[in-house]
């Protein structure tokens, strides 16, 4: 949400106020409370252009993806930019792919904008093709094609290596 801004007028300046939302009482009163806005949303995390991951991703939020991801990508939404390129599953509530993906793509919504290029299949709820994207596989409709994949990966664990024989 914006900041409230001063806001100058022909009688003087006045500050404006957040958006008030209407609700009522059990008696019919009626009171003014302010809107509520989401707060539990961060900023995406990026994986920019001149970064290649050669692993799986796991997020509890966004992830937008301009680079190479070679592994698969579990998160809330996933945006796969123009440049880049993914060779692994993806799973997400809302996917939007905008570049290549080589490998399945399983979400509620799933968008391929013009400019995407897709090698596998689709599981999705909402499915949306843009006139110009490519998309070589099967698509899939399913109640919950979340529930279908399985849980998340779970982080690799590094164990330190054994000191050789003396």
Known sequence: ?????????????????????????????????????????????????????????????????????QGDIHATHVVVGERARITGGILAEEVVVRGHVMGSIRGRRVMLQSTSHVEGDVYHQALSIEQGAFFEGKSRRSQDPLADAGPAPAPAKHEPNPLPDA
């Open 1 to 69: 949400m914006l900041p409230n801004f001063k806001k100058a007028d022909s009688e003087g300046s006045r500050v404006t106020s957040p958006p008030q939302a209407a609700s009522f009482s059990g008696n019919g009163q009626r009171s003014a409370a302010p809107l509520q806005t989401r707060t539990d949303r961060s900023a995406p995390s990026v994986i920019a252009a001149d970064l290649l991951i050669s692993g799986n991703l796991v997020s509890k939020g966004e992830v937008q993806i301009e680079g190479e991801v």
